[in-house]
């Protein structure tokens, strides 16, 4: 089980901060592909080059491996300062 | 000193707090970020900061280590506000004090247009033509990119 974390625009189309996802997902990639299935929104807005993923709070990319317990964020680029 | 906070950046005591004991640091500069009326022709009234508690705060901890390794500093402060902020309210203060002025000014325009690509921070606007979430800006990104 992994944790899954929404920010910004993101978090509010699909409207949940945060899910615990069961199903087993070997890397970013795979649960990404996963995660998609649940509805067109989810497919959209989860797409590669519109989404950062960040794994335990560190920036990763789509082959980043994945283990149980870890905390996986989607988001889009960032807009601070 | 990294803050991400709520409440109002209290300027002056910011700049207090970064120069108090600091007499072997001939230069302090800073640079404060401000919520402005206007934003792509439209009127703005308010924005709104969103943040990733955690990860967050250790990014601009490695942005200021990233800003060490390049020039030789002494004192760094990063406040940066979150939730909704006001027209003419502060957004962020990035504080940096060195032995001379180059360094300063260098390190403090590095660690914002790091922070500005690299930290994760969403803001949504909220204007006379409704609510809407900013997008990256290329020119942000060619400004983060020329340090590297």
Redesign the interface.
């Known amino acids: 089980m992994v944790k899954v974390?929404f920010?910004?625009?993101t978090?509010?189309v699909l409207n949940t901060p945060s899910i615990l996802f069961e199903e087993p997902a070997s890397n970013v990639a795979e649960l990404r592909a996963k995660l998609q299935l649940r509805g067109d929104v989810w497919a959209e807005q989860l797409q590669s080059g519109k989404t950062l993923v960040?794994v335990n709070?560190?920036m990763a990319s789509d082959d980043c491996a994945i283990s149980a317990n870890d905390e996986v964020?989607f988001?889009?680029?960032?807009?601070?300062? | 000193m990294v803050s991400v906070q709520s409440t109002p950046i209290d300027v002056n005591a910011a700049y207090s707090s970064l120069t108090e004991n600091t007499d072997a640091d001939g230069a302090a500069v800073f640079f404060v970020?401000k919520v402005r009326d206007n934003n792509v022709d439209a009127t703005v009234y308010q924005l709104t900061?969103?943040?990733?508690p955690?990860?967050t705060e250790?990014v601009i901890e490695e942005i200021i280590s990233a800003a060490r390794a390049r020039w030789s500093l002494n004192r760094i402060s990063v406040i940066?506000r979150v939730g909704p902020i006001q027209v003419g309210e502060e957004?962020?203060f990035v504080g940096v004090t060195s032995t001379h002025r180059h360094n300063a000014f260098n390190a403090a325009e590095f660690i914002?247009d790091k922070?500005?690509?690299?930290?994760?921070?969403?803001?949504?606007e909220r204007s006379e033509q409704g609510e809407k979430?900013?997008?990256?800006?290329e020119s942000?990104t060619l400004a983060a990119d020329k340090w590297s």
């Not at chain 2, 900061?49 to 990733?52: D, F, G, K, N, S």
């Not at chain 2, 979430?133 to 800006?137: K, L, P, S, Y």
């Open positions: 974390v920010f910004g625009q978090r509010e960040a709070q560190t964020a988001f889009p680029p960032v807009t601070g300062g | 970020g900061l969103e943040h990733y955690g990860m250790r940066h957004i962020v914002m922070l500005k690509t690299q930290a994760p921070f969403w803001k949504k979430w900013i997008e990256a800006r942000d």
